[in-house]
Every structure is written in C-alpha cells, then in structure tokens.
C-alpha cells in the first residue's frame, strides 16, 4: 500500500511540473507585454526632458516681479512628475526649485533682472533636465547715477489709541541722498509697499535748497510682528535729465528700534541691589525679549553689563557707593531673526556715595593732617610767624632817671685819692639829669 501511495504522489508531482512547463511560454509572453506597456507610459531613461515655453517676466509691483512659463507641448505624457528649477541671474543670484509654471519673487528692479529656467524630474533625479530658457527685465529708464543713494529707513513701534485689535502701530522714516550725477534741480518722491498695500509720503523734510530727503511715516500698515520685506522705491524727476528709481529691500528685523524697557527701578538692600523693568511698548510678548543690564560704579568709575531673559536682575554689591543702572532690549530669536539693541532706558541712580567707611576716612585724614604741619612748621620758619603771632610781653618802665656818679675811693697804703666818673647819658626824650654819689 506504501509503494502504491508513493506512486500516486510521483504521478502527481510529473503532472505539476508539466503544467508549469507548458505555461511557460503564456507567462513569458505576459512578461514582455507589460515590459513593453510600461516602457511605453514611462520616458526611456535615454530620454531627455524638454525645456518650457513661453517664459516670461513682468513687474507684479513695486520690487516685486512674476515669473510665468508653460510646460513643452511636445513633451510626451507619463506618469513621472515633473519640476522646474529656476537660476536667478540679476541683481542677485539665487536658485530654487518648484512645481509650479510660475513665481513670484521679491527684488530691487532699478539694475533690472534676469532668469532662466529649464525642466527636471521631480520623483525620479535619475532622469536628464532639459535645456534652460531664459528671459529678461529690463532696467527702468534714467541716466545712471541720478538715482537716489544711502537710503536707510527705519521703524518705530507706538501704542495706539485705536482698537484692542490692534493696540499698537509702526511708524516709518526714511533718508536718502542725491546721485552724483543728478542735477541740482532733482526733486525725489518715495513710497513703501508692504505686502499687496502701497503708500505714498505726505511728510518729507527738506534742505537748504528744497529738495526732499527724508520722508517720515507716523502710522503705516505694516505689521509690528510680520516677517515680510519692506519695500521702498524713491523716484525723481527733473527738467534737465530723467532720473532713475531706486528700490530698497529691508526686513523688519533689521530696521526696528526696539523701544526701551519702561518703568526701571533699582533698591539697594544690604549687599544686593535689585533691578525690575517691565517689557517695551511692542507688539511682541513679554517672552520675545533680551535684555542687557548696565551698572555703572560711579565712586570706583567701572561698568558691568550683564544679559538676562527675565525683567529683573539681582546682584552683590561690596560697598557702599552710589549706582548708575541702565537696560535696554531686543526682539529674541525665538519670535524672529535677531535684530538690533534698542536704545537705553534713562539712567537711574541708587545708593549714597557720601557714606564712605571710617576705614577710607582715617588715611585721608591723617594725610591731611600732616600736610597742614609740615606747611605751618615751614612758614614759621621762613616769615617769623610765631613772634608775629605772639610777641614778647614788654618790660615795666623805671621810674628812676638815668644819672651821672662820681665814685671816690680810697686805696689802703696810698695817699692819692682816685676818683672814678660814671656818666649816664640821657637819651633824647627823657627827662633832666639827676647825679648820685656813692
């Protein structure tokens, strides 16, 4: 029974394997078909993409342009995504890659600008690009070097008055100076534009000659917190030659001035001085903010700066001086790129620099001391002060008058007589001669 089992299983094995041989051909037959259907929907990898059409660039707005193009016509239908990868020329270069058949790039257009832009896969790099197509702007008219130059703007943020909506607002000033070549009579306009909003100046300050070269903005339509470019065109004209625009770029983080800290306040307490400030009038949280502390010792004359994220700062003090303490702030990198230091909030003072330890005092006092010695021993010395200061008392006047005496005396063992005269002269003044013999 064994042996007839094994036979069966032999017989069968005989048939499967017969079966596969004879589909053989099917299935090899069905392989090349869908080899040959999927070359056919797929570009061959020896096939090379081709380059778009109709590729052109207009002036969307103020240093703003449009890059358009359309896909080749000719290009043969797949399944394979394609991209285009744009190469700015001018006035920057720059490249980037899109899906897209257009874009829409911010630049400054008074030197003109220039692209191209060529096909390429999107999913499949193994794939060749096609071959680049180029257009071009061309830059506005005007005789070069009569366009504005050294323009700079910058911005303020205020509190408003307006709405909770919108509780603060951004101020806008701009200046520039005249071309070399521009001629005297040039007379120059300037307007922003931010986002799809455009304005033109009302308020410009004037030189000696009338000639605009500053505008100033007290409220704009940009946006205290944004992150798109400013974009500011100054315009000229004059009745001797056409002046060229001049566009200028700025981001925002770049121009704002960040409003001092306000209400700064510093206490002494033993050997801690501590500092608190509230945040600037931004429209920036209170999270958004470095800040940069500055104590100034006015006795020893040394400064120390330190930075901090909070609105307080403590720190040791080793005497008793008097403290000047400023603060000043800027927009962190955690709300957006980092920017400039804002001004510093008004110098305040803490501490009395009268009160000085009995320690300083004792040298100075002692150094003083004997300066004031060394200089009285010297002039008594050299003007005879003591004994103009105190002369001697003077001696009680004799009542006796000065006199004339003749002295006779006798000498033992002689005869003779031997007188001696003692004669006192008066001096002028005095009263008459009185004699006396002794």
């Not at 009579?185 to 033109?200: K, N, S, V």
């Not at 209170?286 to 403590?314: L, P, S």
């Not at 008097?322 to 909030?345: D, F, H, I, N």
């Amino acid at each position: 029974m064994l042996t007839s089992t094994r036979s069966s299983l032999t017989r069968r094995g005989s048939c499967l394997v017969g079966g596969w041989i004879a589909m053989a051909p099917t299935l090899l037959i069905l392989l090349g078909a869908a080899a040959v259907l999927g070359a056919a929907l797929l570009p061959g990898e020896n096939c090379s993409l081709l380059p778009p059409v109709n590729f052109t660039i207009h002036a969307a707005g103020l240093a703003q342009v449009l890059l358009r193009w359309d896909p080749n016509p000719d290009q043969e239908p797949g399944t394979v995504k394609l991209g285009y990868r744009v190469k700015i020329h001018a006035p920057e270069e720059d490249e980037y890659e899109t899906k897209n058949t257009e874009s829409t790039r911010m630049a400054p257009l008074h030197r003109g600008f220039s692209a191209s832009v060529r096909t390429v896969p999107w999913e499949k790099p193994s794939l060749p690009a096609s071959g680049w197509v180029s257009a071009e702007l061309p830059a506005p008219p005007g005789a070069p070097g009569t366009s504005a130059v050294n323009l700079t703007c910058s911005t303020h943020t205020m509190a408003s008055n307006g709405t909770r909506a919108r509780p603060y607002h951004v101020s806008l000033r701009c200046a520039w100076l005249r071309g070399a070549e521009a001629p005297e009579d040039t007379q120059y306009l300037l307007r922003y534009r931010y986002g799809a909003q455009t304005e033109e100046c009302r308020r410009y300050s004037q030189d000696a000659r009338r000639r605009n070269v500053a505008c100033w903005f007290p409220r704009t339509v940009i946006d205290g917190k944004g992150r798109d470019w400013l974009a500011v065109q100054v315009s000229g004209s004059s009745a001797r030659a056409a002046i060229r625009p001049y566009d200028g770029l700025f981001g925002l983080h770049a121009i704002d001035h960040v409003n001092p800290p306000g209400n700064v306040t510093a206490e002494v307490q033993g050997s801690r001085l501590h500092i608190h400030w509230e945040k600037p009038v931004s429209a920036f949280p209170g999270h958004c903010f470095d800040y940069q502390v500055r104590i100034h010792n006015a006795r020893k004359g040394y400064f120390q700066t330190e930075k901090t994220t909070a609105n307080e700062f403590t720190t040791t003090v080793n005497d008793i001086s008097k403290y000047c303490v400023e603060v000043r702030a800027t927009v962190s990198s955690v709300c957006r790129e980092p920017g400039l230091w804002g001004e510093w909030s008004p110098a305040i003072s803490v501490g009395d620099e009268a009160r000085k330890p009995w320690t300083e005092w004792y040298p100075i006092t002692l150094v003083a001391a004997v300066c004031l010695a060394f200089v009285a021993s010297l002039a008594c010395r050299t003007c005879h002060a003591w004994t103009k200061l105190f002369p001697p008392v003077p001696a009680p006047k004799s009542h006796i008058q000065d006199f004339a005496a003749t002295v006779n005396y006798e000498k033992s063992g002689s005869r003779e007589t031997e007188s001696e005269v003692i004669s006192y002269v008066e001096e002028p003044g005095l009263e008459g001669l009185e004699d006396l013999v002794f």
